[in-house]
């Protein structure tokens, strides 16, 4: 028995020693931090408490192993989270996001003025504390991340990086409580009722413009009749997709740009929900047809893209209805519909909706590889050599002493690969739970990490007057911005609050308090707006904590 006490000992840093602590560490928080209080859980951020307590009564790891096992932790994070954000990072930039993001950006700018005032005219002059207390006010860890590799650069000493995690931790459950109370307090003072909220997000949603709208149509219009559905494109200037046309004589066709439309014929048109009323004034009444039940070789399939020379692809080249006498009316990508317009590039993983005989369908599926086997193999080689490039970026001397490091390099690399990859022929297409799997272990490894590291002086550096001055400037700073946001976002320029609860977890990158908006409405208008704001929320961040170190450090 002597054997387990010896590997189980605080001080012993033998390699099965110390993968033991970490095991122990990351399982204990994670489910730890499953309990709820209040409907919110901490998640995957209590293994930073667990790994503090292991430090702090006498576990330690060797210094090597240490600093690898929490700086590839923290490239694995930073560039699994690149990827998931890439894709809608520039999208968030177009008009429907323009003014979230703004409100965001607002968010954090008042964030870093109150740190930068607690720092000049407040009781804490150590700004590597401040930081610290920043990130867990917001929640970020990301933002933490980036801080610590930027203090271990500039100290080479772990004294600096390990008084930011304490001021971290002790910022960060009122950090939490802080956005959801900030939440409590928009909806009191403006009066807000949640269901007239949901509701007005429904009927919005009704009218929305990019999801694909089914419809059909009988022509009764005569100025139409002997018209070309290319004609039609010029007189109903819309994206719109004619799926099947069925003639007076019942039988269903494929149509294709030259394929005329007669007084008489029924159409299956896909439209976004907002231009349906342009059809019924041009061709006629909207009627209804069981299209699946006509007596019809036409069969609709969806075929999963799987064949890496497709990413990238416009749908137009596919010359699907020459080729294969195919119509393709939608695209799905990542559970959301897309109208099926020549000029949208298909990506790995996107499900085109087809109409066609089976034999043609089945003859594109070939071609488009349609394997679910394929999907679920990751794409290690896009990972490394992203990592590679990430790496390399952030060791680039920006100017005034100023690096991505580890943190930013790789964060900006995955973003610009998952957006444009595909020029390179590189595939980054992830399945969900790959991502998810990569993301958490890294960063249950980085977490881990900090709080042993930070464990030892945890409680001498907290529980006094310093530490007390932590949690509330950290409660100051998580509350007063988002107060203020809030107003503004409310106040002049009447945002539902659904979306306010989303801007404000997004703002804050804080899964917790979204958990909470999305549980508490039943509706995912929290997660739409969360998503619109997190990946520039997510880089500034990790810019802003950077910066801070490297001009008052």
Not at 25 to 52: D, E, H, P, Q, R
Not at 402 to 414: D, F, T
Not at 486 to 512: E, Q, V, Y
Request: glycine letters at 10%; one cysteine or more; charged letters at 15%.
């Amino acid at each position: 028995m002597d054997w387990i006490l010896d590997l189980l000992m605080p001080g012993n840093t033998s390699i099965a020693s110390t993968l033991v602590l970490y095991s122990f560490v990351i399982a204990a928080g994670i489910y730890i931090g499953k309990l709820k209080i209040c409907g919110v859980s901490l998640g995957v951020t209590f293994v930073l408490f667990v790994g503090i307590l292991m430090g702090h009564f006498g576990y330690i790891v060797d210094d090597s192993i240490l600093k690898f096992v929490r700086e590839f932790g923290l490239i694995l994070f930073i560039f699994s989270i690149g990827l998931q954000v890439g894709p809608g990072f520039f999208s968030s930039f177009k008009k429907g996001g323009m003014r979230l993001n703004f409100l965001a950006v607002l968010i954090i700018a008042l964030n870093v003025l109150i740190v930068l005032g607690i720092y000049y005219f407040g009781n804490i002059n150590d700004i590597n504390a401040l930081v610290g207390v920043m990130s867990g006010a917001v929640t970020n860890t990301p933002g933490l991340a980036a801080a610590q590799q930027t203090v271990s650069q500039m100290y080479q000493s772990p004294e600096q990086a390990n008084l930011m995690a304490s001021g971290y931790a002790a910022a960060y459950p009122l950090g939490v409580v802080g956005i959801i109370l900030s939440m409590f307090v928009i909806k009191g003072v403006f009066r807000i009722s949640t269901d007239k909220e949901i509701k007005q997000i429904e009927d919005d949603q009704e009218n929305a413009q990019l999801k694909p709208f089914l419809m059909s149509v009988e022509v009764t219009n005569k100025l139409i009749d002997g018209r070309t559905l290319l004609q039609l494109h010029d007189v109903i200037q819309c994206n719109f997709v004619v799926s099947r046309i069925m003639g007076q004589d019942n039988v269903v066709t494929i149509p294709k740009s030259s394929t005329e439309i007669h007084v008489g014929d029924r159409l299956l048109i896909v439209c976004s929900a907002i231009d349906s009323s342009r059809f019924t004034a041009v061709l006629g009444p909207q009627i209804e047809i069981d299209w699946e039940s006509a007596q019809t070789p036409v069969f609709s399939r969806r075929i999963l893209i799987t064949k890496s020379e497709y990413n990238g692809v416009a749908l137009g080249s596919l010359r699907l209805h020459n080729g294969y006498k195919l119509n393709a009316t939608r695209v799905n990508r990542a559970g959301v519909d897309l109208l099926a317009s020549p000029n949208l590039r298909l990506q790995m993983g996107d499900r085109l909706t087809v109409v066609g005989n089976l034999d043609d369908i089945d003859r594109l599926a070939s071609r488009l590889g349609n394997s679910m086997k394929r999907l679920n193999q990751p794409n290690l080689i896009t990972i490394f050599v992203g990592i590679i490039l990430g790496i390399i970026l952030g060791s680039v001397n920006l100017g005034f002493g100023m690096k991505l490091g580890l943190a930013g390099g790789p964060l900006v690399v995955a973003i610009l690969l998952s957006r444009f990859g595909y020029k390179a022929k590189l595939i980054t297409y992830t399945s969900s739970s790959a991502s998810l799997l990569l993301r958490e272990l890294g960063i249950c490894m980085f977490l881990a990490s900090v709080g042993i590291s930070a464990g030892k002086g945890f409680a001498d550096a907290v529980f006094n007057t310093t530490g007390m001055w932590w949690v509330i400037w950290g409660f100051v700073i998580t509350v007063v911005p988002l107060l203020v946001v809030g107003f503004i976002a409310r106040g002049r320029d009447k945002i539902n609050f659904l979306t306010i609860m989303g801007l404000f977890s997004g703002g804050c990158t804080d899964p917790p308090a979204l958990a909470y908006a999305n549980n508490s409405t039943g509706n995912d208008a929290p997660a739409v707006a969360y998503s619109t704001v997190y990946p520039l929320t997510m880089f500034l961040r990790v810019v802003a904590a950077q910066a801070l170190i490297l001009c008052l450090a």
